[in-house]
């Protein structure tokens, strides 16, 4: 098959860029499962087993897409074409839906009237190997801390109440974004944004994922990612986590007083067991296939999601019950 992946993205990303690097690693596994692949992707963007065509935004997309191409499939926002098309919906919407729209999990799409879906997967080959030996001795929160959903205190306060120590991993002890947020507790250390290197040294020492979001989170690649560095996930059960998190790898709860308890017993997960989890379950060839299936779909003239339904629109935050 003849893919076009579009993007207004640079690829590939230089920092962590997670929605990018998911694209990243879908052009590769499908070139490797023998399919030609175009990117239509933003000034600078190099890649060595791909056709690269530099978008230009003053011309029609229509217009940009070579003539041998059989599907095209979105990563940015829609413009009608002439060719067979997917959409990714990365993020929460509050619509309306295109038809041929996937989204990231199975619950995303029902919060949105729909039922396509592929789980996001990663090229586990360009992460450093997990050392299943390593002395595990804190936590670590992953993710944007600047966003309330994330719930970085609640994350915070867990590990304080357990008794444990916090790894920031994407925040600042001192937040503007939040109101001038100073967080003075001494048990977390704040990192920023890190770069790979970081992140997998961090995460390979870490004892568990601590991630109470509160709100419908899509999917998490902070999940995937710490549980292939052998990291269970003690997390709030709201979108993707119910499906992504079984209890064999983690614990949910919207009490804080159960994760409280979780964390302070976290000795109880395999950390191999994990790392195997995220591995079998969530890699780049496995998202392939199942994007290949929605491909061969809209190319034999058929819609993802035939009976589309209400949309979630209130996307505040969820009840999370502190001790």
Known sequence: MNILIYTRATLPVVNYGGTERVIWDLVYALHLQGHKV?????????????????????????????????????????????????????????????????????QHAKNHGAEAYVYNGLNWDNYLKPDFSADRQRFHFLGKAAWRVKNVQGAIDITKKAKQSLDVLGGHRLNFKMGFRLTLDRHVKFHGMVDDMTKSKIMTQSKGLIFPVTWHEPFGLAITESLYFGCPVFSTPYGSLPELVSKEVGFLSSQETQLIEAVANSERFDAIRCHEYAQDLFNANVMAKAYLEKYQTVVDGFDLNTNLGSVITDFKRLSYDKA
């Open 38 to 106: 175009t990117l239509l992707a933003a000034k600078g963007t190099q890649c060595d087993w791909a056709r690269v065509i530099e978008y230009q935004p003053d011309v029609r997309l229509d217009g940009q897409l070579p003539n041998d191409i059989d599907v095209v499939h979105f990563h940015s926002d829609f413009e009608p074409i002439s060719k067979p098309y997917v959409i990714t919906q990365h993020g929460n919407s509050r619509g309306p839906i295109n038809p041929n729209t996937i989204f990231v999990s199975s």
